[in-house]
């Protein structure tokens, strides 16, 4: 079964870090970019940031660049969001999403283009992130 598992979602506090986690199982992450997105309560989704397939190209969100960093390790068919200087605003919950797969190159319109923000083909069930005292 193809899909994407998000975890280390959980409660932190405002100021603190945590490290979300997009296991792929079923197929080989190495052929998809992945993004990160967040959907926060009475909110539309919003992008957040996108790894090209091989890890080599980074696209932000204009508002998220600075504290959320995007990165992957494909040996571990795992890509992660290390998200740290956490306010409330950032209580969501967090999904990762597969780029297709003619957008997933380090050049181009995916990435670079900012096209992985749109064109998806499947997204993980979404781990809940509060920020809160």
């Known amino acids: 079964q193809t899909q994407l598992v998000e975890s280390g979602g959980g409660l932190v506090q405002p100021g603190g870090s945590l490290r979300l986690s997009c296991a792929a199982s079923g197929f080989n992450l190495d052929y998809y970019a992945i993004g990160w997105f967040r959907q926060a309560p009475g909110k539309e989704r919003e992008g957040i940031a996108c790894i090209s397939s091989t890890g080599r190209s980074t696209n932000y969100t204009h508002s998220m660049k600075g504290r959320f960093t995007i990165s992957r390790d494909n040996a571990k068919n795992t890509a992660y969001l290390q998200m740290s200087r956490l306010t409330p605003e950032d209580t969501a919950v967090y999904y990762c999403?597969?780029?297709?797969?003619?957008?997933?190159?380090?050049?181009?319109?995916?990435?670079?283009?900012?096209?992985?923000?749109?064109?998806?083909?499947?997204w993980g069930q979404g781990t809940l992130v509060t920020v809160s005292s």
């Open positions: 999403a597969a780029v297709a797969h003619e957008l997933s190159g380090d050049d181009g319109p995916g990435i670079l283009g900012g096209a992985c923000f749109r064109y998806l083909e499947f």
